[in-house]
C-alpha cells in the first residue's frame, strides 16, 4: 500500500549541496529515515525525523551538514545536504518505517518499512 519515491541532484563539488526528497504514498506512519550505501560503509543511517513528534536524529558523520523536514505537502520529506565531502558519496535510501517508536541507526525489519529504490548521490574533490 505504501509507495515511496526518492528524487534529487546527483552529483556536486566538495563544499557544495544537494537535496533529496522522498514521496510517499498511502497511510504514514511512524518514522521516515535515510540511509546510505557507500564504499566504506554498507549501511549507514543518516537521518531520521518522527512523523509523530517531529524528533529527528541524525548519523554522526552528517551531524551539522545534513538537515530533514517534512514539507507543507505532508507526504514529502526533504533531507537537506550542505558542505558535502567526497566520503559522502553513496546510494541513498529512503524508508517509510511503520513502527511508532522506530529506533535510530538500525534498518527496520522488510515488513515494517518501505523502502525506496534509492538514488546516487557523487561528490567530487
Known amino acids: 500500500q505504501v509507495q515511496v519515491v526518492e528524487s534529487g541532484g546527483g552529483s556536486a563539488l566538495a563544499g557544495g549541496s544537494l537535496r533529496r526528497s522522498c514521496e510517499v504514498s498511502?497511510?504514514?506512519?511512524?518514522?521516515i529515515a535515510w540511509f546510505r550505501r557507500g564504499t566504506r560503509i554498507e549501511r549507514e543511517a543518516v537521518a531520521r525525523i518522527s512523523t509523530r513528534n517531529t524528533y529527528i536524529s541524525y548519523g554522526n558523520r552528517v551531524k551539522g551538514r545534513f538537515t530533514i523536514s517534512q514539507d507543507k505537502a505532508k507526504n514529502i520529506f526533504l533531507l537537506q545536504m550542505t558542505s558535502l565531502r567526497p566520503e559522502d558519496t553513496a546510494i541513498y535510501y529512503c524508508?517509510?518505517?511503520?513502527?511508532?517508536?522506530?529506533?535510530?541507526?538500525?534498518?527496520?525489519?522488510?515488513?515494517?518499512?518501505?523502502w525506496g529504490r534509492g538514488t546516487q548521490v557523487t561528490v567530487s574533490s
Open positions: 524508508a517509510a518505517d511503520s513502527r511508532r517508536s522506530c529506533q535510530f541507526g538500525i534498518p527496520p525489519p522488510s515488513h515494517l518499512a518501505t
Open positions: 498511502g497511510p504514514i506512519r511512524g518514522c
